[in-house]
């Protein structure tokens, strides 16, 4: 089968398509043909091999055809003997680990089936973003009807699932984004637009009961200045870098400023969750752009460029099995 893999670390360059060999599930496991999968902020940190402790996971010095990739769309081609389930054929969603590649192997505690509105190409979009936001916002913000929320990084994968599934909560959403995103970011119901080129909101006499920021370019003092008095920030790294995790991570224990910032918990019942907001209509993936397999450097690089409105998402060309 074919697959992205990376044997070192650096720039988009370094990911090149590789045929390797499909993997076997065990009893408890299936086997998927992948649709379609899609880049998160995770891709880079593999790419990059930063923070340093990543790279004793991607590969050490060095990656050895490590295949990068975590979201997957598309159909069982085979299952282990213990599933009861799910069965060949049926269309599913979720993550997984190598999943840049034509066939992937998951764990049932991971995946759904496919919201029976969305393509393929729309349900990868769905997974770690999806799933980040909704556990931001509803674990770690304990978000509440008719509460003021600002969402930076707005027009972003994590921002755009963020501003749907807060209105669905009953808040009064601001979403944060530049000029040239500001309509996007409207016509997925954000009830207030702020253009950061034009406008700075710490300085302005807006006040929130809660902040996700997904962009991290903002100290956290400034942030404070437009909390209510029993406000909240949810930080999400974002583009922030690690200085911005260890300052959120240092700061959390003596304020209830901020918020403690958790890695995402993908699991079945969160992912059947947002299948029923989506069949309802309340959630739609925003989809910017669809890349080839071959492509997912190109896609990588559009990434890291902070172009995208919404997900990329990368497509493996064929729904045959």
Not at 85 to 103: L, Q, R
Request: proline share 4%.
């Amino acid at each position: 089968m074919k697959a992205i893999v990376q044997n070192d670390y650096g720039s988009p360059d370094a990911l090149k398509v590789k045929e390797v060999r499909k993997p076997r599930i065990k009893e408890n496991e299936v086997l998927v043909k992948v649709i379609a999968s899609s880049v998160n902020a995770g891709d880079l940190f593999s790419l990059n091999g930063t923070p340093f402790m990543v790279r004793f996971s991607v590969g050490f010095p060095k990656p050895k055809d490590f295949i990068p990739g975590w979201d997957v769309a598309g159909k069982i081609v085979e299952v282990g003997r213990n599933i009861t389930e799910i069965k060949v054929g049926d269309e599913i969603f979720g993550s997984t680990e190598s999943a840049f590649a034509e066939y992937v192997v998951m764990d049932m505690e991971k995946l759904a089936r496919k919201p029976s509105n969305l393509s393929f190409e729309e349900a990868a979009a769905v997974p770690t973003a999806a799933i980040t936001a909704l556990q931001r916002l509803r674990d770690g913000g304990n978000i509440k009807k008719g509460q003021k929320v600002l969402i930076t990084g707005a027009s972003g994968g994590v921002g755009s699932f963020a501003v749907q599934i807060a209105k669905t909560f009953g808040a009064e959403v601001t979403g944060l984004c530049s000029t040239g995103k500001v309509e996007m970011v409207r016509s997925i119901g954000a009830d207030h637009v702020i253009d950061y080129q034009k406008d700075d909101f710490t300085r302005s006499d807006l006040r929130f009961d809660l902040i996700l920021d997904n962009t991290g370019n903002r100290s956290f003092s400034d942030m404070k200045r437009v909390l209510t008095s029993d406000g909240m920030i949810i930080p999400n790294s974002g583009h922030g870098g690690m200085s911005y995790v260890i300052k959120a991570f240092a700061l959390a224990p003596f304020t209830k400023k901020i918020g403690v910032m958790k890695i995402a918990n993908l699991n079945n019942k969160d992912f059947n969750i947002l299948r029923v907001m989506m069949e309802s209509g309340d959630i739609k993936p925003v989809v910017d752009k669809i890349f080839p397999l071959q492509e997912t450097p190109d896609a990588i690089k559009y990434l890291e460029d902070g172009l995208a409105r919404g997900k990329i998402v990368i497509s493996m060309g064929s729904e045959e099995s």
